[in-house]
């Protein structure tokens, strides 16, 4: 299978230039815009969505989808304002040339979730609404904390609104303690992209199948085309004046955000 791959720069660095650079020296032609520039996608103007849009084409790159926090508050926050920022987001979208829009089902009492079932469904409805004129696809990424954490929440979800699509993050469920086989049989058949991040039993996070969330079976089922990498790796800046039995001890831990970037995209391409 020939994949393209979409990665979350902003992990390799925090401005447009430095994102450009890291895609373009690993070889990832698509972008899930999250933080740019000290900017939360969520928050640039439309102006500021042309302007990086522009610089992307002139480097032979484009927006694969809008990395963005829609759906990540609580019970408690305001909604209305939350449902105003994301139809900005969808016409940022549309600027973009993202045909893709990531999305949560809000924080919940991880002891009492099925009680804010109800409100969690109106909030999913009232995007879902906001976003039937446009042609971007809504996709649920399961996080831990959120209502859709664990694989059957995440079914009811998408059994409701079967026009909203999954993003699969293995290295999520692995913290929820959740099998990523048993989550992946569940949720096939509504998967529209895939997260590349994988974790350990202790929930850190590690190069693609270094953990327990067993890439190299989710890669062999996966039937769709890109595949966006998540590294989440450690950084320690004083990693280089280690000594070499230091080093060992700290397997995945690197010297910059660069060379966790560069690591994470080579354990994704050994496991393609």
């Known amino acids: 299978m020939s994949y393209k ?3 979350f720069a902003d992990e390799a660095d925090g401005k447009l230039d430095g994102q450009i650079k890291a895609m373009l020296d690993n070889g990832i032609e698509l972008l899930e815009i999250r933080g740019v520039d000290g900017q939360n996608i969520s928050e640039i103007t439309p102006e500021k969505a042309k302007e990086i849009r522009e610089r992307l084409e002139a480097n ?4 694969w989808s809008l990395g963005s926090p829609f759906g990540k508050t609580g019970m408690g926050d305001n909604f209305e304002e939350h449902l105003e920022a994301f139809k900005r987001g969808l016409h940022n979208a549309d600027i973009l040339g993202a045909r893709h829009i990531r999305m949560f089902s809000f924080y919940v009492p991880s002891d009492d979730a099925e009680r804010y079932k109800e409100t969690v469904f109106e909030r999913l409805g009232s995007f879902i609404e906001a976003s039937k004129n446009s042609d971007v696809i809504l996709c649920h990424e399961n996080e831990k904390g959120i209502y859709g954490d664990i694989a059957q929440r995440c079914l009811e979800i998408h059994k409701q609104f079967p026009q909203l699509k999954a993003v699969f993050d293995p290295a999520n469920f692995v913290q929820c303690g959740q099998d990523t086989i048993e989550a992946w049989e569940m949720l096939a058949p509504y998967v529209e992209y895939m997260h590349i ?18 890439l190299p079976y989710l890669l ?3 039937k769709g085309s890109v595949l966006t ?3 989440h790796l ?3 800046e004083g990693f280089e004046k280690l000594e070499e039995s230091e080093k060992t001890k700290m397997k995945f831990c690197y010297p910059s955000s660069a060379e966790a970037f560069r690591t994470a995209t080579e354990a994704l391409r050994k496991l393609i």
């Open 5 to 7: 791959l979409s990665a």
């Open 60 to 63: 032979g790159l484009k927006v």
């Open 197 to 214: 991040k994988d974790a350990l039993a202790d929930g850190s996070v590690v190069p693609a199948g270094e953990g327990i969330g067993n």
């Open 220 to 222: 062999s089922n996966y």
């Open 229 to 231: 990498l998540e590294p």
């Open 234 to 236: 450690s950084v320690f």
